[in-house]
């Protein structure tokens, strides 16, 4: 399957004339001629067509899906939906793009519906179409889009390089979709339902704490900017202040105490031992240039 020279140029620009429509509501402004761009229309009962379990989109927005349902009750549905023969079951189809005027179709109450057939799509197609359909026309939830690049790739062992060019995206947009699955599901379940946009998503995958960073973007309503410093800020932290926080949990025994004692009486100056199973360090405090004199002085007659 990975040699498909036609799929590698994209299937946007040629989206529009396989399904018969690009517009944002799957309905068209005025009647069509029975035969589309994609092939002869047939009438079919609504109860052979079946949804694709592997469609990408999960998500309908109930308000739209309502308005295209009084829509489709009152002209029924004028566009064709794209289907193909279910696989392995005789005489029904299976969608290939349309699932929602077909969701519409069954609220209205109708029992034929209009349909494209197409017998020469196989899964990796039907996967694509699905994906560069919805993707168009903003359909998607970002995890939705990032699960639909992910199936090409590990299904249909595709490279990064050929779903961007199939979704007419670039390669570092499909790579920063993906990543987002990489996030613990409480902030994925943040993303799904629009409480963090992609862009604070993105800024979480760097942080020590995705879920506990998330909450406190929420609600601080931080910009993406925002959270972007605020990442930044805790891992530099993180990273330049270890032995701090080592200091200030690990007490120190007696013995450590009492040498620290005896060095600064004998020095004159404070005197701080850390040590961690016979390792560690000597740190002494000086305050003015003729102290560090001092300390050199010792140094080097010793």
């Known amino acids: 399957m990975s040699d498909l020279p036609p799929r590698t140029r994209g299937l946007g620009r040629g989206l529009s004339a396989l399904i018969g429509d690009s517009e944002p509501l799957a309905v068209d402004r005025t009647e069509r001629p029975g035969v589309s761009e994609a092939g002869p229309t047939t009438t079919v009962p609504i109860e052979l067509v079946r949804r694709n379990a592997d469609q990408p989109r999960r998500h309908f927005n109930e308000a739209d899906l309502e308005e295209l349902t009084a829509s489709v009750r009152e002209r029924g549905v004028l566009v064709p939906i794209l289907?193909?023969?279910?696989?392995?079951?005789?005489?029904?189809?299976?969608?290939?793009?349309?699932?929602?005027?077909?969701?519409?179709?069954?609220?209205?109450?109708?029992?034929?519906?209009?349909?494209?057939?197409?017998?020469?799509?196989?899964?990796?197609?039907?996967?694509?179409?699905?994906?560069?359909?919805?993707?168009?026309?903003?359909?998607?939830?970002?995890?939705?889009?990032?699960?639909?690049?992910?199936?090409l790739i590990e299904r249909f062992g595709r490279s990064q390089d050929d779903v961007a060019k199939t979704v007419g995206k670039s390669r570092s947009h499909v790579a920063n979709m993906i990543r987002l699955l990489a996030l613990p599901e409480a902030v994925r379940e943040h993303l799904a339902e629009g409480r963090l946009t992609p862009g604070h998503a993105r800024a979480l995958l760097t942080s020590p704490d995705p879920e506990g960073f998330a909450r406190e973007v929420i609600k601080g309503?931080?910009?993406?900017?925002?959270?972007?410093?605020?990442?930044?800020?805790?891992?530099?932290?993180?990273?330049?202040?270890?032995?701090?926080?080592?200091?200030?949990?690990?007490?120190?025994?007696?013995?450590?105490?009492?040498?620290?004692?005896?060095?600064?009486?004998?020095?004159?100056?404070?005197?701080?031992?850390?040590?961690?199973?016979?390792?560690?360090?000597?740190?002494i405090t000086y305050k003015t240039l003729e102290q560090l004199d001092e300390i050199c002085r010792r140094l080097s007659r010793a």
């Open 221 to 283: 309503d931080l910009s993406v900017r925002q959270t972007e410093a605020l990442v930044r800020k805790a891992a530099e932290y993180w990273s330049e202040e270890p032995t701090v926080v080592r200091t200030i949990v690990r007490p120190k025994d007696a013995d450590t105490r009492a040498l620290e004692q005896d060095i600064t009486e004998a020095l004159g100056l404070t005197v701080t031992v850390d040590d961690t199973g016979g390792k560690g360090e000597v740190r």
């Open 83 to 151: 289907v193909r023969p279910m696989p392995g079951v005789a005489g029904e189809y299976q969608i290939v793009a349309g699932e929602r005027r077909w969701r519409a179709a069954q609220r209205a109450g109708l029992h034929q519906i209009p349909v494209v057939v197409r017998a020469d799509l196989d899964d990796l197609m039907v996967l694509e179409i699905a994906i560069v359909e919805n993707v168009q026309r903003a359909d998607l939830t970002p995890l939705e889009e990032a699960m639909g690049y992910k199936a």
